[in-house]
């Protein structure tokens, strides 16, 4: 990512705090509505399979965001009606790219400000909101996992978080509204330094509590699963070990260009595991070999052949069931990664949703300004999954939706984790066409 992502990810702001620039001529507006009529044609022109495919209506956009450009006041306003325009592309790998002079350039001063985290992530389960985790302020605070979420500063919870995506997605990216949920319910809860929020919560017998929670430094970015097994062994980008039933389990955190050989060190000691479960929940994507990847759960000497030929590879490839978790927490690389396993046959694939949905190849469009280059994507990846549809603005689709439990969370159980391991007690071999005493696995 390039360096303007650092202070964007910075710049959540309060759910009252996105108020519209001021319709003041701008002292540069001509350089920023030239650019912004140059971006509308020329995305037109450059992802129009894409903004047809999502049901973006262009002329709508192209209307909202001259005017927002005429109304710009200088390079900081310009710099956001850019931010604004692209989040109206649905693409969650769009991106302002600033020209060396304009590094420096910030978010217009109402957005800026030391940002700090609540400490807790939200999910959604059976119409409720649920804390998923809890840590940090939060914790201290006496909220656990599995309390339901009644009140977010006064307002119902379900219309709490509505408006919170939808004033994110103002500004910031989102190839499918279900990464924006996800969004504002991990990354998303991180306010002004120093911010107290008042949630009210019901505990598990129903009792509702009131707690207040200050922003601290805690981290918001999802690792991914609520709740690990124990004793796992890591590699840089792997964790991976046994689960309490005994089988093989694998967290991918990212997809660097060596992730075979790093699950060659993984599957090198769950060779036995009479099933396995690979957890893509909050993997960020990267680059890798799909082939040399997928090869390493074909047995040693088959080929596997059903959407796609993979030969087996690597020192210790696994040819036992398989059972994949995602959610839209998983990025990019890690949804072909993570999709290609359903695609093409070889496990069941569970999760709270789809992945994110934004896994395209890109291209970066320099403006007539000079300022400001646009980096966006122009093609969907993985063109054979979702019915030929690719994975851009849709996601790997799981073969079963799983949702998070009250009294799992509570009592510090992963639901997704525990269904996995149901699945792999008796698999459901009808709908994955990789049958592994087929292919001399026993």
């Not at 934004?358 to 999954?385: I, Q």
Request: proline share 5%; glycine share 10%; aromatic share 8%.
């Amino acid at each position: 990512m390039r360096a303007i992502v650092a202070w964007l990810f910075l710049a959540f702001v309060g759910p009252t705090a996105l108020a519209r620039p001021s319709a003041v001529v701008a002292r540069d507006g001509a350089e920023c509505v030239k650019d912004v009529a140059f971006a509308l044609d020329q995305l037109q022109e450059k992802c129009g399979a894409l903004i047809e495919q999502k049901g973006i209506d262009w002329k709508a956009v192209r209307a909202e965001m001259t005017a927002a450009a005429k109304a710009a006041r200088d390079d900081s306003d310009h710099l956001f009606v850019l931010l604004r325009l692209l989040a109206r592309l649905r693409d969650g790998h769009a991106e302002v790219v600033p020209a060396e002079s304009m590094q420096q350039v910030q978010l217009p001063e109402r957005l800026r400000g030391e940002k700090a985290g609540l400490g807790l992530f939200f999910c959604q389960s059976g119409g409720k909101l649920l804390v998923k985790n809890s840590w940090s302020s939060a914790a201290a605070a006496g909220i656990t996992p599995g309390m339901e979420v009644v009140k977010v500063e006064g307002h119902p919870a379900a219309k709490w978080l509505a408006a919170r995506v939808a004033e994110l997605r103002d500004w910031r990216s989102y190839s499918t509204d279900h990464q924006a949920t996800f969004a504002a319910c991990h990354w998303g809860l991180e306010f002004a330094k120093g911010q107290r929020v008042e949630l009210e919560l019901k505990d598990l017998k129903g009792k509702k509590v009131a707690r207040t929670v200050t922003c601290e430094k805690a981290n918001q970015v999802p690792d991914g699963p609520a709740f690990l097994p124990e004793g796992l062994a890591t590699t840089k980008d792997l964790k991976y070990g046994r689960t309490a039933a005994g089988f093989g389990y694998v967290h991918l955190r990212r997809c660097p260009s060596d992730l075979p050989e790093q699950i060659d060190v993984a599957l090198a000691t769950l060779q036995d595991a009479k099933g396995l479960i690979l957890d893509f929940r909050g993997n960020s994507g990267g680059s890798f070999d799909h082939e040399a990847f997928m090869g390493r759960f074909v047995p040693r000497g088959k080929t596997l052949d059903f959407a796609k030929r993979y030969a087996s590879a690597g020192a210790n490839p696994y040819g036992g069931p398989i059972v994949v978790i995602i959610d839209a927490t998983v990025r990019s690389a890690g949804e072909t990664a993570a999709a290609i396993f359903r695609e093409d046959g070889r496990a069941y694939t569970i999760g709270e949703s789809p992945t994110a949905g934004m896994s395209a190849s890109k291209e970066t469009l320099p403006l007539p300004s000079g300022k400001f280059s646009l980096y966006f994507a122009v093609a969907s990846n993985l063109g054979r999954a979702n019915g030929g549809k690719g994975l851009e603005g849709i996601g790997a689709l799981p073969h079963e939706t799983v949702a998070f439990t009250a009294k799992e969370l509570a009592a510090g159980v992963d639901t997704l984790i525990a269904r996995a391991e149901a699945l792999l007690q008796k698999y459901p071999q009808s709908k994955v066409p990789y049958e592994p005493a087929k292919f001399g696995w026993e």
